[in-house]
């Protein structure tokens, strides 16, 4: 089992430094299909595509997603319409990602695959 889902979210307000990019690599081996990504200023973040057989499915897994980030207290952007779902994932106040980012990903992968 991934050790990641038994984990927590930790507040985060800043002041720590986001992951570099081997401490990323590290992480990513530990949840299934999440890409890494940067935005247009450089920051890196998680993205995960999600499929469904229909626009049902799909807000439920979006509910669902809601769920847990508010029990984790830490929020993805979430892109949704009939038959997907799209989530990306990252630390705004660091600007980057952390172990936060990598837990909320094990979590949102441990309900998709139920």
């Keep these: 089992m991934n050790d990641l889902i ?3 979210c930790v507040p985060c307000e800043g002041g720590i430094v986001p992951f570099d990019i081997s401490e990323i690599h590290k992480y990513q081996k530990k949840v299934d299909g999440w890409n890494i990504l940067k935005d247009n200023k450089d920051i890196y973040f998680l993205e995960k595509n999600f499929k469904f ?8 897994f979006v509910n669902r997603v ?3 980030s508010e029990k ?3 929020h993805p952007d979430i892109h949704f319409g009939w038959g997907y779902a799209k989530i990306n ?6 600007e980057g990602l952390c172990e936060n980012d990598f837990i909320l990903a094990a979590k949102i992968d441990e309900i ?3």
Excluded: L, P, Y
């Excluded at 994932?89 to 660091?94: D, G, K, L, R, Y």
């Design 6 to 8: 038994n984990k927590k």
């Design 53 to 60: 057989k229909d626009f049902k499915k799909s807000q439920d």
């Design 66 to 68: 809601g769920e847990i």
């Design 72 to 74: 984790e207290g830490h």
């Design 89 to 94: 994932i990252n630390t705004h106040a660091i």
């Design 112 to 114: 998709f695959n139920v």
